[in-house]
Protein backbone atom coordinates (compact mmCIF):
# COMPACT_ATOMS: atom_id res chain seq x y z
CA UNK A 1 0.00 0.00 0.00
CA UNK A 2 0.92 3.56 -0.80
CA UNK A 3 0.65 6.18 1.41
CA UNK A 4 1.11 9.99 0.63
CA UNK A 5 2.66 12.52 3.59
CA UNK A 6 2.00 16.29 2.75
CA UNK A 7 3.73 18.55 5.08
CA UNK A 8 4.37 22.33 5.21
CA UNK A 9 6.90 22.92 3.19
CA UNK A 10 7.41 23.71 -0.72
CA UNK A 11 4.67 21.96 -2.85
CA UNK A 12 3.82 21.43 -6.33
CA UNK A 13 0.25 20.55 -6.21
CA UNK A 14 0.40 19.19 -9.95
CA UNK A 15 3.13 16.34 -8.43
CA UNK A 16 0.23 15.40 -5.64
CA UNK A 17 -2.09 15.24 -8.81
CA UNK A 18 -0.17 13.28 -10.78
CA UNK A 19 0.19 10.64 -7.88
CA UNK A 20 -3.11 10.74 -5.80
CA UNK A 21 -4.84 8.18 -7.75
CA UNK A 22 -2.27 5.47 -7.46
CA UNK A 23 -2.24 5.90 -3.75
CA UNK A 24 -3.84 4.61 -1.09
CA UNK A 25 -4.03 6.93 1.48
CA UNK A 26 -3.48 10.81 2.19
CA UNK A 27 -1.93 12.27 5.28
CA UNK A 28 -1.31 15.71 6.47
CA UNK A 29 0.78 16.97 8.50
CA UNK A 30 -0.05 20.16 10.19
CA UNK A 31 0.33 23.01 7.89
CA UNK A 32 0.60 20.77 4.58
CA UNK A 33 -3.28 20.80 5.00
CA UNK A 34 -3.42 24.02 3.92
CA UNK A 35 -1.99 22.73 0.51
CA UNK A 36 -4.81 20.46 -0.26
CA UNK A 37 -7.58 23.24 1.26
CA UNK A 38 -6.52 25.21 -1.13
CA UNK A 39 -6.18 22.11 -4.24
CA UNK A 40 -9.52 21.27 -2.76
CA UNK A 41 -8.20 17.61 -1.89
CA UNK A 42 -9.76 15.90 1.07
CA UNK A 43 -6.97 13.88 3.13
CA UNK A 44 -7.68 10.74 4.92
CA UNK A 45 -6.27 11.83 7.90
CA UNK A 46 -4.91 15.06 9.31
CA UNK A 47 -2.17 14.74 12.30
CA UNK A 48 -0.55 17.75 13.80
CA UNK A 49 0.08 19.87 16.79
CA UNK A 50 -1.73 22.86 14.69
CA UNK A 51 0.89 25.68 15.50
CA UNK A 52 1.16 26.72 11.66
CA UNK A 53 -2.49 26.03 10.98
CA UNK A 54 -5.43 28.29 10.13
CA UNK A 55 -8.35 27.01 12.36
CA UNK A 56 -10.73 27.76 9.96
CA UNK A 57 -9.24 24.84 7.57
CA UNK A 58 -9.69 22.36 10.23
CA UNK A 59 -12.65 23.41 10.58
CA UNK A 60 -13.68 22.70 7.03
CA UNK A 61 -11.96 19.22 7.62
CA UNK A 62 -13.83 18.27 10.30
CA UNK A 63 -17.74 18.86 8.92
CA UNK A 64 -16.02 16.71 6.11
CA UNK A 65 -15.69 13.89 9.47
CA UNK A 66 -11.52 13.69 8.27
CA UNK A 67 -10.10 12.00 11.46
CA UNK A 68 -7.95 14.68 13.02
CA UNK A 69 -5.28 14.07 15.79
CA UNK A 70 -3.54 16.95 17.98
CA UNK A 71 -0.58 16.50 19.86
CA UNK A 72 1.10 18.75 22.04
CA UNK A 73 3.53 21.92 20.42
CA UNK A 74 6.62 20.27 22.60
CA UNK A 75 6.71 16.41 21.69
CA UNK A 76 10.07 14.58 20.59
CA UNK A 77 8.90 14.45 16.68
CA UNK A 78 7.84 16.42 14.18
CA UNK A 79 4.41 16.71 12.68
CA UNK A 80 5.69 15.03 9.29
CA UNK A 81 7.48 11.71 11.59
CA UNK A 82 4.30 11.28 13.38
CA UNK A 83 2.16 10.96 10.39
CA UNK A 84 4.30 8.65 9.14
CA UNK A 85 3.96 6.74 12.40
CA UNK A 86 0.03 6.54 11.55
CA UNK A 87 0.77 5.50 7.79
CA UNK A 88 2.79 2.53 9.36
CA UNK A 89 0.52 1.36 11.55
CA UNK A 90 -2.10 1.98 8.95
CA UNK A 91 -0.25 -1.26 6.87
CA UNK A 92 1.34 1.19 4.61
CA UNK A 93 4.71 -0.36 2.91
CA UNK A 94 5.59 2.71 0.84
CA UNK A 95 5.66 6.29 1.63
CA UNK A 96 6.01 9.32 -0.31
CA UNK A 97 6.76 12.69 0.98
CA UNK A 98 5.47 15.80 -0.35
CA UNK A 99 6.48 19.42 1.01
CA UNK A 100 9.29 17.89 2.77
CA UNK A 101 11.74 20.04 1.34
CA UNK A 102 11.62 24.36 1.45
CA UNK A 103 13.35 27.39 3.43
CA UNK A 104 13.10 25.12 7.27
CA UNK A 105 16.28 23.45 5.87
CA UNK A 106 16.57 21.76 9.61
CA UNK A 107 13.39 20.31 8.87
CA UNK A 108 14.69 19.40 5.18
CA UNK A 109 17.31 17.57 6.79
CA UNK A 110 15.38 15.69 9.18
CA UNK A 111 12.89 14.59 6.58
CA UNK A 112 15.97 13.01 5.04
CA UNK A 113 16.87 11.20 8.07
CA UNK A 114 13.61 10.30 8.75
CA UNK A 115 14.45 8.29 5.17
CA UNK A 116 16.97 6.55 6.77
CA UNK A 117 14.85 5.14 9.64
CA UNK A 118 12.27 3.78 6.83
CA UNK A 119 15.29 2.05 4.68
CA UNK A 120 16.20 0.22 8.07
CA UNK A 121 12.06 -0.52 8.63
CA UNK A 122 12.13 -2.07 4.73
CA UNK A 123 9.74 0.60 3.70
CA UNK A 124 9.90 1.86 0.07
CA UNK A 125 10.55 5.93 0.35
CA UNK A 126 11.02 9.04 -1.04
CA UNK A 127 10.76 12.49 -1.10
CA UNK A 128 9.54 14.52 -4.29
CA UNK A 129 9.59 18.50 -4.99
CA UNK A 130 9.41 20.31 -8.09
CA UNK A 131 13.34 19.87 -8.69
CA UNK A 132 14.51 16.71 -6.99
CA UNK A 133 13.75 13.37 -6.09
CA UNK A 134 15.63 11.80 -2.78
CA UNK A 135 16.12 8.43 -1.25
CA UNK A 136 18.56 6.50 0.51
CA UNK A 137 20.15 3.14 -0.65
CA UNK A 138 22.55 0.40 1.37
CA UNK A 139 22.35 -2.10 -1.15
CA UNK A 140 21.20 -2.22 -4.93
CA UNK A 141 18.65 0.40 -6.33
CA UNK A 142 17.57 0.75 -10.00
CA UNK A 143 16.90 4.53 -10.12
CA UNK A 144 15.19 5.82 -13.42
CA UNK A 145 16.13 8.48 -15.12
CA UNK A 146 12.89 9.98 -15.90
CA UNK A 147 12.40 13.48 -16.65
CA UNK A 148 15.76 14.20 -14.48
CA UNK A 149 19.04 15.70 -15.34
CA UNK A 150 21.42 14.80 -12.83
CA UNK A 151 21.78 12.10 -10.35
CA UNK A 152 24.18 12.66 -7.18
CA UNK A 153 24.89 9.51 -5.05
CA UNK A 154 26.91 10.57 -1.36
CA UNK A 155 28.14 8.56 1.53
CA UNK A 156 25.71 9.65 3.93
CA UNK A 157 27.51 8.73 7.86
CA UNK A 158 30.47 7.65 7.09
CA UNK A 159 33.35 6.05 3.83
CA UNK A 160 31.16 3.44 1.79
CA UNK A 161 33.73 0.92 1.17
CA UNK A 162 32.36 -0.07 -2.35
CA UNK A 163 29.90 1.55 -4.76
CA UNK A 164 29.09 0.24 -8.48
CA UNK A 165 27.44 2.76 -10.50
CA UNK A 166 26.39 1.29 -14.15
CA UNK A 167 24.39 2.95 -16.58
CA UNK A 168 25.98 6.50 -15.78
CA UNK A 169 27.86 8.99 -17.64
CA UNK A 170 30.63 8.30 -14.77
CA UNK A 171 30.63 4.52 -13.51
CA UNK A 172 32.12 3.06 -10.94
CA UNK A 173 33.26 -0.76 -9.99
CA UNK A 174 33.88 -1.38 -6.60
CA UNK A 175 35.54 2.04 -5.52
CA UNK A 176 35.68 3.76 -1.84
CA UNK A 177 32.98 7.04 -1.36
CA UNK A 178 34.68 8.82 1.05
CA UNK A 179 32.44 11.08 3.19
CA UNK A 180 33.07 14.67 3.10
CA UNK A 181 34.19 14.70 -0.38
CA UNK A 182 32.00 15.77 -3.62
CA UNK A 183 33.20 12.85 -5.25
CA UNK A 184 29.04 11.64 -6.68
CA UNK A 185 27.42 14.60 -6.93
CA UNK A 186 26.26 15.25 -10.82
CA UNK A 187 26.37 12.56 -12.26
CA UNK A 188 23.91 11.62 -14.94
CA UNK A 189 21.72 8.71 -15.99
CA UNK A 190 22.61 7.55 -19.82
CA UNK A 191 20.09 5.54 -21.11
CA UNK A 192 16.53 4.95 -18.91
CA UNK A 193 17.94 3.80 -15.70
CA UNK A 194 21.02 3.20 -13.71
CA UNK A 195 21.95 0.61 -11.57
CA UNK A 196 23.14 1.61 -7.87
CA UNK A 197 25.36 -1.29 -5.70
CA UNK A 198 26.90 0.18 -2.35
CA UNK A 199 28.23 -2.31 -0.31
CA UNK A 200 29.53 -1.04 3.48
CA UNK A 201 27.38 1.82 4.18
CA UNK A 202 24.14 4.26 3.01
CA UNK A 203 24.28 6.68 0.38
CA UNK A 204 21.92 10.00 -0.46
CA UNK A 205 20.83 9.37 -3.71
CA UNK A 206 19.15 12.85 -5.11
CA UNK A 207 18.22 12.97 -9.27
CA UNK A 208 17.91 16.67 -9.91
CA UNK A 209 15.97 18.41 -12.96
CA UNK A 210 19.20 21.57 -13.21
Do not use: Q, W
Not at 85 to 103: N, P, R, S, V, Y
Not at 139 to 159: C, H, Q, R, V, W
Amino acid sequence: MRGIIVSSGNLDIKILNNIKLDSDMIICADGGTRHLYNANITPDIIVGDFDSLDHKILDYYEEKKVPIYKFPTDKDKTDTEIAIDFALEKGIDEIILLGATGCRLDHTMGNIMILYRLLKENIKAKIIDSNNEICVVDDTLELEKENYTYASIMPMFGDIKEVTLKGFKYETDKIEFKLGTSLGVSNEIEDRKGKINVNGGTCLVIKSRD
